[in-house]
């Protein structure tokens, strides 16, 4: 289990942090989504839980859509973020990230109900809770925005983005250090 969340904690960074020169993106989120369908596999290999099958389909729902709006976006230059197809295509992606994230916290949940950590499960699923409404009303934010191209909205957007991003890597911490691996001290 460690290893599983280890590979979605280091996907996460991947996806929220990158590097950009010119029209060239170091790093880009489906790299960040490939280490997180692989930590979901392994999660589901361990555990059994069927969930973890769901959220690794939507993770690489996820992966092709993110590879897609990056070749897409090389090949416009930039040119094409005005359109309103996509503005509804960032938005089809923001709902499916959120539907995943939702899905492995659900998942996970299941896990420690199935371990008996109903203590721990219910921590999990608060953590969840607040991880959705923070998520829906940052599309909601980041759909006006970009319609009405308001860029002071679109700035307050990217940040709440970022703070849900750093949530989720304390979840996905949180989570990782719960199933680490004990090693013996001489």
């Known amino acids: 289990m460690h290893n599983g ?3 979605i904690f280091r996907g996460l960074i991947l996806m929220s942090f ?7 993106r170091f790093f880009p989120a489906f790299v ?16 059994g ?23 897409f976006g090389m090949i416009s230059e930039g040119a094409y973020e005005r359109m309103i197809s996509i503005i509804l295509w960032h938005t089809g992606y923001q709902i499916l990230e959120m539907v995943m994230f939702f899905k ?15 203590l721990s499960a ?16 940052n599309i909601m934010i980041f759909s006006v925005s970009l319609m009405f191209n308001i860029w002071t909205l679109l700035t ?4 709440s983005l970022l703070i849900t991003r750093i949530y989720l890597l304390f979840i996905f911490s ?7 691996p004990v090693t013996a001290r001489a």
């Open 5 to 7: 969340y280890k590979n």
């Open 18 to 24: 990158h590097v950009d020169i010119g029209n060239l």
């Open 32 to 47: 960040g989504l490939y280490l997180i369908t692989i930590g979901l596999q392994e999660l589901y290999r361990q555990t």
């Open 49 to 71: 839980q069927l969930l973890f099958t769901k959220a690794r389909l939507l993770s690489m729902a996820a992966l092709l859509f993110s590879f897609l709006t990056s070749i």
């Open 104 to 118: 492995i916290l659900e998942s996970s949940v299941e896990y420690l109900r199935s371990r008996d950590s109903d």
């Open 122 to 137: 219910d921590e999990l699923t608060r953590s969840q809770r607040n991880y959705t409404i923070i998520s829906v009303v």
């Open 156 to 159: 307050i957007s990217s940040i």
């Open 174 to 180: 949180d989570l990782k250090k719960r199933d680490e």
